[in-house]
Nanobody, 120 residues
């Protein structure tokens, strides 16, 4: 089993910044993609950004130029730096990790979620 522990959410004014962190308790044979998703009330969960173990990144169009995803493979940790926050960024943010459990099997784990609220 792998636990993902998130931190860094909170309340911020529009235009402000927050940095989210997510650490996996173990990595078995390694962690492939790590990512951040978000879910606003009444909406489906959506991808915000993800990053491969090699550092390749992918962003939702709505956050390009404002958010930056990064990771520290040695610490099994992924970060999301969020700048120029808007009220529409308000959501519960979830971390996930695609963990290589053995040579033939991967499993995706999810964190418990952290609330980000942007006041206008």
């Amino acid at each position: 089993q792998v636990q993902l522990v998130e931190s860094g959410g909170g309340l911020v004014r529009a235009g402000g910044s927050l940095r989210l962190s997510c650490t996996a308790s173990r990595s078995y044979y390694g962690i492939n993609i790590m990512g951040w998703y978000r879910q606003a009330p009444g909406k489906q969960r959506e991808l915000v950004a993800d990053i491969t173990s090699g550092g390749s990144t992918n962003y939702a169009d709505s956050v390009k130029g404002r958010f930056t995803i990064s990771r520290d493979n040695a610490k099994n940790t992924v970060y999301l730096q969020m700048n120029s926050l808007k009220s529409e960024d308000t959501a519960v943010y979830y971390c996930n990790a695609d963990v290589r459990m053995n040579l033939n099997y991967n499993h995706v784990y999810w964190g418990q979620g952290t609330q980000v609220t942007v006041s206008s």
